[in-house]
């Protein structure tokens, strides 16, 4: 993990002869891959976004490697220490500043300041994002080895049951939301197609992990919703569909 972070701080391609091999073909992937979208966005919009995108990727690698020594100590950290980097790792803000550069026609600069800085709708949004991966694959990650999440780090706080932090958690996730809907858009600098999206991001992660965990081990239900929204076609009645012509 270290290596590869480094590799993403120095984003140069000389990094790669400092991988070892079976990380050789990840950094080439996410080195072709981002510079392709940064100059896309600099020959349609004359804005160089490497600067910002690689800030993210360096961020989330950042936490990956606080996590990834949490593991490797079987060290439990505060609820507090835990979030702190817990929305970070969850690559909700890494996925925000890329959908930002595919929804907006007019890149602002106090936008890009909005996304280098995490502004709160960004950091709101990746909470939720944190939170409910917590509560549907923190039984699994257990059974892994890993010994943080918010759940646990709740209880080692706290002292109370598995089923007390739970319910704290989706309190919290339900306090996030009141933030985000109370005072994410007024403040924001950022325009309504991408902060629809900020928002799609958390719904997406309340869907996803409402049963367990939707992503890493679907059940019936999440394959269903995925059938009924991508597979299956829309049955409209013929009344309707006359009035749709």
């Known amino acids: 993990m270290p290596y590869i972070t480094l590799s993403v701080f120095r984003w140069e391609i000389d990094a790669v002869k400092t991988l070892p091999d079976y990380m050789k073909l990840c950094f080439l992937a996410l080195y072709n891959t981002v510079n392709e979208m940064a100059y896309d966005t600099l020959k349609e919009q004359g804005v160089d976004i490497i600067p910002h995108l690689t800030k993210a990727w ?37 996925i ?92 924001s600098p950022f325009a309504k197609p991408f902060v629809e999206t900020v928002f799609n991001l958390a719904r997406i992660a309340q869907c996803t992990y409402q049963h367990g965990d939707g992503h890493g081990a679907p059940d019936i239900r999440s394959k269903n919703r995925v059938s009924s929204l991508i597979i299956e076609p829309i049955k409209l009645k013929k009344e309707k569909i006359g009035e749709l012509c």
């Open 58 to 94: 360096a961020d989330m690698c950042k936490a990956f490697l606080v996590e990834a020594k949490w593991c490797d100590t079987k060290y439990t950290p505060t609820f507090k220490a835990y979030l702190d980097n817990g929305w970070q790792s969850v690559s909700g803000v890494l």
């Open 96 to 187: 925000l500043v890329h959908a930002y550069f595919f929804t907006s026609k007019n890149i602002t600069k106090e936008a890009l300041e909005g996304l280098d800085e995490h502004h709160d709708l960004l950091r709101w949004s990746a909470m939720i994002f944190r939170l409910c991966n917590d509560l549907g694959t923190s039984t699994a990650e257990l059974e892994r080895g890993e010994t943080a999440n918010s759940i646990t780090c709740y209880m080692r706080d706290t002292g109370l049951s598995e089923e007390h932090a739970r319910v704290y958690i989706r309190g919290l996730i339900d306090d996030t939301w009141k933030k985000m809907n109370e005072d994410g858009v007024a403040n």
